[in-house]
């Protein structure tokens, strides 16, 4: 038997303006404009402000005078970061916290065009306005032009492989051996190794190119690859990487000791038992060391750098700038975070088409609503922009109130504890809108450039009652481990006491633990002869 049942429910609901705010919170400064580019693609109302480019849309003898000022009509109030804007609350907050943009027509939904009378007329009033549609424009926060120019430029350089596939083609070979080279440069990896089998580079050749070959033969031109610049590259292990670059050294007695090292007793250098070593090569500890040093300046990555910088070299663009002046914090967004937007002012032009036609009809009507809806997305789009660049600002003055001792000397042992829930507390917003901001954001301070995440670790106990940054700690151990007789590197332990000695109540695990953050080995394999 069929039963209804009514049920009352409360649900909270993104609108899909803050679900896009949250989206371009989360993305890089690197990221943005790609995310602008795409936006304006597919959104014809959106377009880059270009203030040198003459207006298109044709202005009322009234306004004459504004055609010298290039800000002509700018509403001031969304050319601003609005300060008093209350961004607060995570994802479940935000739909009550968050107020939306008040850009929606005044005839909302879907408008029915087969239903709708003739003689009912759209609402253009709030798109009529020259001051509104020309003048939505975002104004730079940070450095402009001079701070673009000084951004480094992208590594225009050829790649690895295609450095290789030039060597090939000038490497003594038939076509056949050109095959197998080619498709033993496309198994290289990023660190320039070739970590498949040979039988199974075979296998693709007969699949993928109709050409049986042996194993010998890809060996053959293997050995014809691994010539190649930069030397070790092709190998198929460490010590083949290492014993390819000892074949282009002058083959004197260290050479030859580093060889055998590598060949006969790799296992124990890894492991760094040299009195093995020395037992089983019959070496002296000048002859050992002397062997070590030159093996320890091979390349044991040689995909990842090679002549002439052929690596692909990535550039870090910072989202913050900081400046020091006499004591005076001076903090700007990168200027990529402040594009100059505005709404396509033909569009008005068809509004005004619209409002003086003597008669609407029905396809007229159509083209108006499909207006409207991109007008209203590129208005939304802007005032998420707006309001990214005021959460950013408003979370990165936070952190450098909090750590301006830091920003201050640049001294790593200045950091103090911060978690994400002390800066949320100070901006009245939710973690997650803070963690968003943290997550992939940085800053470029006077010692350098910092994620931001940099700044966030947890608090330590001392015997002095007060708090230790995690940061400071990880200083502090570093230091340590820095200034340890290599002959005799400290232990955990050993760590663990001296760290106490100073203060820090920190427990053995502790120590071991942020030792693998810094990528610090344990002491065994910190030891040097």
């Known amino acids: 038997m069929q039963r209804l049942d009514l049920k009352q429910l409360l649900s909270q609901k993104l609108s899909p303006q803050q679900i896009q705010f949250i989206k371009l919170l989360q993305i890089p400064t690197a990221e943005l404009d790609t995310r602008i580019k795409e936006e304006m693609e597919v959104n014809p109302a959106l377009e880059e402000d270009e203030a040198d480019e003459p207006e298109e849309m044709e202005r009322d003898e009234d306004s004459d005078d504004a055609d010298d000022d290039p ?80 951004t480094p430029l992208a590594d225009t350089s050829g790649s690895l492989m295609d450095s290789l596939m030039d060597q090939l083609h000038f490497a003594d070979l038939d076509e056949r051996q050109g095959a197998i080279g080619q498709q033993l440069i496309g198994s290289i990896d990023g660190d320039g190794y070739i970590r498949r089998d040979l039988s199974a580079i075979a296998n693709d050749l007969a699949f993928s190119q109709n050409l049986e070959v042996t194993v010998a033969e890809i060996e053959a031109v293997l050995r014809v690859v691994q010539g190649f610049d930069p030397a070790g590259i092709a190998a198929r292990d460490l010590p083949e990487c290492l014993l390819l670059q000892l074949e282009r050294r002058p083959q004197d007695e260290n050479t030859v000791n580093a060889e055998r090292i590598l060949t006969d007793t790799f296992e124990e250098f890894s492991k760094k038992h040299y009195p093995r070593i020395q037992q089983k090569l019959d070496l002296e500890d000048d002859e050992l060391k002397e062997a070590i040093n030159v093996i320890l300046k091979l390349n044991p990555k040689p995909g990842g750098s090679g002549p002439s910088g052929l690596g692909k070299t990535q550039y870090l663009m910072p989202d913050f700038i900081l400046t020091n002046d006499n004591g005076v914090f001076n903090l700007t967004l990168n200027a990529r975070n402040a594009p100059e937007l505005r709404v396509s002012p033909a569009y008005t032009e068809m509004f005004r088409t619209y409002d003086k036609a003597a008669k609407k009809d029905q396809k007229m009507k159509e083209a108006v609503t499909f207006v409207k809806q991109k007008l209203d997305s590129a208005k939304w789009f802007i005032d998420a922009i707006r309001q990214r660049q005021n959460t950013l600002l408003r979370t990165m003055n936070a952190i450098v109130e909090l750590q301006r001792e830091f920003f201050v000397e640049g001294d790593e042992s200045k950091l103090r504890p911060m978690i994400l829930k002390d800066i949320a507390q100070m901006i009245s917003m939710d973690i997650s809108t803070v963690s968003r901001v943290a997550n992939s954001k940085s800053i470029q301070t006077e010692f350098g450039i910092y994620p931001l995440k940099y700044f966030f670790s947890e608090g330590i106990a001392t015997d002095s009652g007060e708090d230790a940054s995690s940061r400071e700690v990880k200083s502090i151990l570093k230091d340590l481990i820095g200034n340890e007789s290599k002959e005799r590197p400290l232990s955990d332990d050993k760590l663990e006491k001296m760290l106490n000695a100073r203060g820090y109540n920190i427990a053995r695990r502790t120590v071991a633990k942020y030792r693998e953050q810094l990528n610090i080995p344990v002491a065994r394999l910190r030891k040097e002869l």
């Open 71 to 150: 800000d002509a009509g700018l509403d001031n109030d969304e050319n601003t970061l609005d300060e008093d804007f209350d961004d607060r609350g995570s994802d479940q907050e935000m739909a009550e916290e968050m107020p939306e943009p008040d850009l929606m027509p005044k005839d909302e939904g879907p408008v029915d065009t087969e239903a709708a009378p003739d003689n009912t007329d759209l609402d253009l009033s709030d798109y009529l306005n020259d001051d509104e549609i020309a003048g939505y424009k975002m104004q730079g926060d940070g450095p402009g032009e001079e701070e673009e120019r000084d």
